[in-house]
């Protein structure tokens, strides 16, 4: 089993920034990949940012240039940061790991983020 947290989200105005944090506990040693997604309102959860034990990465087009994924050496713990953040990135961000111990996906609870003046 691997249960992850979030942390980090909250309220700030347009053009602000913060830094999601996702931590993994459990069973770590088998997580190859991790990754965001988000929940707005009436929307689909669409993929945010995607990282890989390889370090390689992928973003949504509408967050390019501005979100950053990245993950710590122990490579337990991975971070969003989001710079010039728009009121369209308001909702709820979850994290989500992928283990080769499991052929489920593992999801946190989320975090609300929203961004309004």
């Known amino acids: 089993q691997v249960q992850l947290v979030e942390s980090g989200g909250g309220l700030v105005q347009p053009g602000g920034s913060l830094r999601l944090s996702c931590a993994a506990s459990?069973?770590?040693?088998?997580?190859?990949?991790m990754g965001w997604y988000r929940q707005a309102p009436g929307k689909q959860r669409e993929l945010v940012a995607h990282?890989?034990?390889?370090?390689?990465?992928n973003y949504a087009d509408s967050v390019k240039g501005r979100f950053t994924i990245s993950r710590a050496n122990a490579k337990n713990t991975v971070y969003l940061q989001m710079n010039s953040l728009k009121p369209e990135d308001t909702a709820v961000y979850y994290c989500?790991?992928?283990?080769?111990?499991?052929?489920?996906?593992?999801w946190g609870q989320g975090t609300q983020v929203t961004v309004s003046s």
């Open positions: 989500k790991a992928n283990s080769v111990n499991s052929l489920k996906d593992y």
């Open positions: 990282i890989t034990n390889g370090e390689t990465t």
């Open positions: 459990g069973s770590t040693l088998g997580i190859y990949a």
